[in-house]
C-alpha cells in the first residue's frame, strides 16, 4: 500500500497534471478570496468564500482523480496492480490518501490568504477553523467519488465528466428543496445535499451528524471502488 502510495503521489509532481491542480485550485482561491471578502465584506466574514470554494469543487477536484485508475486501464497495466501483493482496499486507499494529499497540500497553501484578513481585520477563528474542517471533510467525499467514476473507464475525459454531473447533482439537489411542497421530499432533499450539511461548520460548529455524513460518502463509494475491482478480477 505504502508503494503504490508513494507511486501515485510522485507522478502528481512528475508529470503536468499536479502542478495543473494546484494552480488552478489556488488561483480560483485567491479570485474568489478577494472578490467574495476582502472587496465584498467589511466584517472579515469568510462564509461566502468557502460557499464558492465548496462549489468550484465540481470542476476541480475530478481533474485531480480522473486519471487514478483510468490511466492504469489505458496504459495495461492495471494487471499488474490487480495482481500484486496489496490487497484490493489497500490499493484503493492508496490513491485516495495520494490524491487526497494533493488536495490537502494545496489548500493549506491557499489559507496563507487568511493572514491578510488578521492583518487588516477582525476575523472569527472558530469560523475560520470550522469551514476548513468542513472542506476537508467534503474534499475527501468528492475525491472517492472521483475515485470510483475513474475505476469505471479508461477514459481520462469521461471520467472527470462523469465526476462533474455527480458531486453537480449533489450541489443542485438542495437547491431544489425551495421549489418542493412536500415536507418529506424536503428532508430527504436536506439529507441527501452535500450544501445543508456544510452549513454548522460555516458557523464554527462541528455537529457529528455532518462529519458522519461526509465520512460515510468517501467510505460508501471507496468499498464500491473496491467492489468494481474484486467483480473485473473474477471477470
Known amino acids: 500500500m505504502l508503494a503504490i502510495y508513494k507511486r501515485e503521489l510522485r507522478s502528481y509532481f512528475t508529470t503536468p497534471l499536479g502542478y495543473i491542480f494546484m494552480a488552478i485550485f489556488l488561483c480560483l482561491a485567491g479570485v474568489l478570496f478577494s472578490t467574495a471578502t476582502l472587496q465584498a465584506r467589511a466584517d472579515s466574514d ?32 492495471e494487471q499488474l496492480l490487480l495482481t500484486s501483493p496489496v490487497t484490493l482496499t489497500g490499493m484503493v486507499l492508496a490513491k485516495f490518501f495520494a490524491a487526497y494529499t494533493v488536495f490537502a497540500l494545496t489548500y493549506g497553501a491557499s489559507c496563507f490568504s487568511f493572514i491578510a484578513l488578521y492583518l487588516y481585520g477582525t476575523p472569527n477563528t472558530a469560523q475560520l477553523i470550522g469551514n476548513s474542517v468542513g472542506i476537508l471533510l467534503l474534499g475527501g467525499a468528492c475525491i472517492a467519488i472521483g475515485i470510483f467514476v475513474s475505476a469505471l473507464t479508461e477514459n481520462q475525459l469521461i471520467a472527470a465528466i462523469g465526476s462533474m454531473a455527480i458531486l453537480f447533482a449533489f450541489v443542485m439537489v438542495g437547491f431544489l428543496s425551495d421549489y418542493i411542497n412536500s415536507a418529506l421530499l424536503r428532508t430527504v432533499i436536506g439529507w441527501i445535499s452535500i450544501l445543508s450539511r456544510y452549513n454548522g461548520f460555516g458557523n464554527g460548529v462541528f455537529e457529528f451528524n455532518s462529519i458522519l455524513y461526509y465520512i460515510s460518502i468517501a467510505v460508501v463509494f471507496l468499498f464500491a471502488t473496491v467492489r468494481v475491482f474484486e467483480r473485473r478480477r473474477w471477470a
Open 46 to 77: 469568510v462564509n461566502y468564500y468557502f460557499t464558492y470554494l465548496l462549489m468550484s469543487f465540481v470542476i476541480v477536484l475530478p481533474l485531480l482523480t480522473m486519471k487514478l485508475f483510468s490511466e492504469e486501464r489505458k496504459l495495461r497495466t
